[in-house]
């Protein structure tokens, strides 16, 4: 940018106040007005960056001309070409701002070329002074080169927030910031973030230039300034070493809808806040690259919490596929279907302290020697399971049972095991007091049923042993209390 533009800075915005805005659609880009004239209308002024000097063949830094043209009421509109920046782009307290790109490439600066230290494109308010009614869409930015990866996005709005359509090329790898931070500071504000794309991931930050983080960057971040309501839709993350969506840590809503997460350090997923949804997801862990832990979903925290038709795929697992944490009040996983490969870890675990938590229509494939389903002592409540299915070739090397059951009062309703692959393998272990089992269907290698706390109820239920030297149920010595009704043990009882 020139010095011209920017002494003349006042003079333009009182020039573009006075209602004459629409001359700066007039020129050489005029042709591409009709791709933005749905976003057109929303705004006072409508301005063509390119028309006040931004340079589109990523050569020259466009930030001043950003900075210069940034206000309220205001959309940006970046026409066909690249856009190189090489500091932050910062702009808070602002009300009703937009950005556009049609066939828009932002080129951050390596790694090493970065004029501010900060790492950032664009801070677009903070949780002390944030902005209100911001809309970006339709950019992709390059991380293509050696070195590079920045946070492109880092966002505070009250209310009001809209971002789609962000295409990350390139594994981000300069050590430093994550491409997205978004949060919704206003308990009552709402905000959707839809097809925000990082396929190609990050390296860990020991394999980088930049020392800033402990293993890496985040994909996309929603941090403890959240308090409204946020909706990420249809977006996709590769393998990012410090999580892959990280939101949790605030109080507010957090949703996810559809999209494709795979191969992060920590989770892929991992959510927290007041209500959690995630529905239609595609969770996949496939590859390791960092040698960090990864587990398919993770939910830290929240007053109930909801994994609704969505699948967790981790044919080379390194993590739990579903792990719903102690400071979980109430979950319900529904509709939805884990597989877990060799190697296994767990691929269903309610913690110790976990609140309320049921399983309904959910199957789990195990390929490998652990619980399908692992079920925690503690006083956090209930919990049942209800059409549930686990499949697999395990066996029972470590972790014999299917299901192991550590708490009292859980219940198992139309719950079928069909895991006679290795020789060991158990099916459910009732380590709890007044355990409820209806209408179960259990084939397994080597014991169905092992009930080792009073008050255990079980009717209705098959078990098969296809060892015939075990019992089809064993019910351990010191146990007084338990009642059987209409049941079928081929293999008889263990009493």
Not at 16 to 29: D, Y
Not at 54 to 73: F, H, Q, W, Y
């Amino acid at each position: 940018m020139t010095s011209e533009l920017s002494s003349t800075r006042l003079d333009r915005r009182s020039f573009l106040k006075s209602g004459s805005a629409g001359l700066a659609g007039v020129g050489v880009f005029s042709g591409v007005a009709s791709a933005y004239h749905e976003l057109d209308d929303e705004y006072g002024t409508s301005l063509y960056v390119t028309d006040y000097g931004a340079d589109r063949t990523g050569e020259e830094s466009v930030v001043d001309v950003i900075e210069d043209l940034a206000d309220d009421d205001t959309l940006l509109k970046f026409p066909s070409g690249r856009y190189y920046m090489d500091r932050k782009v910062r702009f808070t307290d602002f009300d009703h701002f937009g950005m556009a790109g049609l066939d828009a490439t932002l080129v951050p600066a390596h790694f090493h070329s970065f004029a501010d230290d900060s790492n950032k494109l664009f801070r677009l308010g903070t949780p002390e002074v944030p902005g209100n009614d911001l809309h970006i869409q339709n950019f992709t930015v390059d991380f293509t080169a050696a070195d590079t990866g920045v946070r492109v996005f880092d966002v505070a709005v009250d209310d009001g927030l809209t971002v789609k359509n962000i295409d990350i090329r390139g594994r981000h790898d300069s050590g430093t910031w994550g491409p997205a931070l978004f949060r919704i500071t206003d308990g009552g504000g709402e905000g959707v973030v839809q097809g925000f794309r990082a396929p190609d991931g990050a390296a860990a930050t020991w394999q980088t230039p930049g020392d800033h983080l402990w293993r890496g960057p985040t994909g996309i971040l929603c941090s403890w300034a959240h308090e409204g309501t946020i909706t990420f839709r249809d977006c996709v993350l590769g393998g990012f070493p410090d999580n892959g969506l990280y939101a949790s840590g605030g109080s507010g809503r957090v949703n996810v809808e559809g999209g494709r997460y795979a191969n992060s350090g920590t989770a892929s997923l991992r959510l927290g806040g007041r209500r959690v949804s995630v529905t239609g997801a595609t969770v996949v862990v496939d590859d390791q690259p960092w040698d960090i832990p990864q587990e398919g979903i993770r939910l830290d925290h929240g007053e109930w919490v909801v994994v609704d038709d969505t699948t967790v795929s981790m044919p080379n697992p390194t993590g739990e596929g579903i792990n719903v944490g102690s400071e979980v009040d109430g979950a319900f996983v529904k509709h939805s279907d884990v597989t877990v490969g060799e190697d296994a870890s767990i691929g269903v675990h309610v913690n110790p302290g976990t609140g309320p938590t049921y399983l309904e229509d959910v199957g789990v494939e195990m390929r490998d020697s652990n619980n399908a389903i692992q079920i925690g002592a503690g006083g956090g409540g209930e919990v049942g399971l209800s059409n549930v299915r686990i499949t697999g070739d395990a066996g029972g090397e470590t972790m014999r049972h299917a299901i192991r059951c550590l708490r009292n009062g859980c219940e198992f309703r139309n719950v079928t095991i069909d895991q006679t692959g290795g020789n060991k393998r158990r099916g459910i272990l009732l380590a709890g007091r007044d355990a409820y089992v209806d209408d179960c269907d259990i084939a397994v290698a080597e014991r169905g049923l092992s009930v080792k706390d009073e008050g255990a109820w079980i009717e209705d239920t098959r078990s098969v042993s296809y060892d015939e030297d075990r019992a089809s149920i064993k019910i351990f010595d010191d146990v007084a209390d338990y009642r059987l009704k209409h049941n079928d043990f081929p293999n008889g009882i263990d009493d």
